[in-house]
């Protein structure tokens, strides 16, 4: 094993994060020579698995918790009989469910921060590496397996959503869930919300930290383009705020994916202003309702039409014993009355038929769960319900749209849908807010010159290895046949996507040009800059993961910032 080249000292909190209710203590003790020894003594049993009894010790021993939650009883091995529930409580993929499957040597669910730096500690001395889970819907399951020995880092417990109304602003922890964040918003105001996901049992930590969009961000970018703070434990145990960690680092993990550079344990955002009334439409057209059309129109409009406006579109294969066909399903936001969205759409969009009727207002928080399907009088609490309707077996992919695909090129896609069978796409409208920050802003690249983001998704119930094989295959098909009519050099991709065919790194410590072969299709020109920071705070790679950023040394950077000569 490596020794790491720096070693736990004392470090005193920042303030914020005691302010905010997160239970730390004031100061943390964490050994500096006894790390040493440790770390030194473990080299000769790297090779071999400690026995659960020494991971306990050592995780209890480095534990600064308070006496009435010690680390013990959030650790769980498996033989623990809550093993396997909190493990599988939040796979979102029934992929990664099987008995196959590999998993964790034992989970840690922290409440209080010092059970994080525990376990990163322990994990450094017993060659251990880490898997950091929010809300589990990694859709590759990057943040809950891995082929080498490892743990993972549960977040639920730390769930903590502190709303401060008077300065528009929020601290809410990586183990929060979307609709929690919602529904805390809603209690204190009518007119505040966030610009995130759809989906309301997404966790927090890893939307953020994969940059984070929703139907706002026309109006308002991505998640991160309005996160302010951020607390992360490093890889040296430190507990770190915007100020201390550095803005190199801030910049890292708003979009490049927290999980490369340290466990975040909470986000400052700000909140945006919305009117008290908004206005949603659902309808859907088929290939014989003149559906090539009506997407051709909106490939015209989606980008440059109000801000205020996001209509995504779902298209879908029918197949039915009468029918083969495919159908497209038009969803909309609207930050604004009825009459408004009207207008707007007769003027702008008439050909997708909007009546009157069709245009329902509401406030902000009930059009989340109108986005959410539910249908309208829901009670809100439904938002803090953690788990998803039902779980799936599922592939998901992604691809930018730079120039409209021509009608026949939609009239191809659409026969290719039907023949199979089963893939979906989904188109996210870019423009507004999306055009107007630069590309280096954060990692997250996908701006101006972007018209649409594709969402390809399959999902099956069949169990076993030939009915995922035969699905993996459709979607993979599907990507194949959209070459022509999107980004290129990089063909580029939407990091929270996670999409392993891109490229992974193999075993150890991956070298620049194995990363950069997946990284610049999720980052572009950011790529580098991300192998930079993640040299500098975590030199020998602890925290490394199939697609987690590389490192390298710092002397093989240009004065520009480039690696190129690596």
């Not at 434990?233 to 927290?258: C, K, P, Q, S, Y």
């Not at 069949?462 to 599907?478: C, P």
Request: hydrophobic share 40%; aromatic share 10%.
């Amino acid at each position: 094993m490596q020794i790491p080249c720096c070693f736990f000292s004392f470090h005193h909190l920042p303030p914020k994060a005691i302010s905010m209710g997160i239970p730390i203590p004031d100061s943390v003790l964490i050994p500096t020579l006894t790390t040493l020894l440790l770390i030194l003594s473990s080299m000769a049993l790297s090779a071999q698995t400690p026995s659960h009894q020494t991971l306990l010790d050592c995780l209890s021993d480095h534990s600064n918790s308070p006496s009435s939650s010690p680390i013990s009883q959030v650790t769980f091995f498996p033989d623990n009989p809550s093993y396997s529930p909190v493990l599988n409580s939040y796979i979102r993929n029934l992929r990664f469910a099987s008995p196959t499957t590999p998993k964790p040597l034992f989970i840690v669910a922290p409440t209080h921060v010092s059970h994080i730096q525990a376990t990163i500690l322990c994990c450094r001395i017993h060659a251990l590496e880490i898997r950091i889970r929010s809300g589990g819907h990694d859709y590759d399951g990057l943040s809950y397996v891995s082929d080498s020995p490892f743990v993972i880092l549960d977040m639920f417990n730390l769930r903590s959503v502190a709303v401060d109304i008077e300065d528009e602003s929020a601290w809410v922890d990586s183990g929060a869930t979307l609709g929690e964040v919602y529904y805390k918003i809603a209690e204190k105001s009518k007119i505040h919300g966030f610009p995130a996901g759809v989906c309301p049992t997404v966790g927090v930590g890893g939307h953020l930290s994969g940059a984070g969009y929703g139907n706002l961000m026309r109006k308002f970018g991505v998640s991160v383009d309005n996160v302010v703070d951020a607390l992360i434990v490093d890889v040296n145990g430190r507990v770190l705020d915007r100020e201390t960690m550095g803005e190199d680092l801030f910049w890292a993990i708003r979009g490049g994916g927290g999980a490369s550079f340290g466990v975040i344990v909470s986000w400052k955002f700000k909140l945006v202003l919305l009117p008290e009334t908004v206005t949603v439409f659902r309808t859907e057209k088929t290939i014989e309702e003149g559906v090539v059309d009506i997407l051709h129109k909106w490939q015209e409009i989606a980008d440059t039409i109000d801000e205020n406006l996001f209509i995504r579109v779902v298209i879908l294969p029918v197949n039915k014993k009468t029918q083969k066909t495919a159908k497209a399903k038009f969803v909309s936001l609207f930050l604004g009355n009825a009459q408004k969205l009207f207008a707007l759409m007769s003027e702008r969009f008439p050909e997708l038929g909007i009546k009157g009727e069709d245009c329902k207002e509401m406030s902000w928080i009930d059009s989340i769960l109108f986005w959410s399907n539910y249908p309208i009088g829901t009670p809100l609490d439904v938002l803090l319900e953690r788990q998803p309707n039902s779980e799936k077996f599922l592939k998901k992919k992604s691809d930018y749209v730079q120039e409209p695909i021509s009608k026949a090129g939609l009239e191809g896609m659409m026969r290719k849908m039907i023949e199979l069978k089963r893939p979906a796409l989904t188109f996210n409208p870019y423009g507004g807010k999306m055009s107007q920050i630069p590309e280096t802003e954060t990692p997250f690249p996908h701006r101006a010159g972007n018209k649409y983001k594709i969402q390809y998704s399959v999902t099956w119930k069949e169990e076993g290895d030939e009915a995922a094989a035969k699905h993996l295959e459709m979607i993979r098909e599907l990507y194949k046949y959209m070459t022509p009519y999107v980004s290129k050099s990089p063909r580029s991709a939407y990091l929270n996507y996670r999409d392993v065919d891109l490229g992974v790194n193999g075993i150890g410590n991956a070298s620049y040009w194995e990363g950069s072969i997946w990284g610049r299709k999720y980052f572009k020109g950011n790529f580098d800059r991300l192998v930079k920071v993640k040299s500098m705070v975590d030199p020998d790679n602890f925290f490394k993961y199939e697609q987690s950023i590389p490192c390298v040394e710092l002397e093989a950077f240009d004065s520009n910032g480039r690696a190129e000569s690596l």
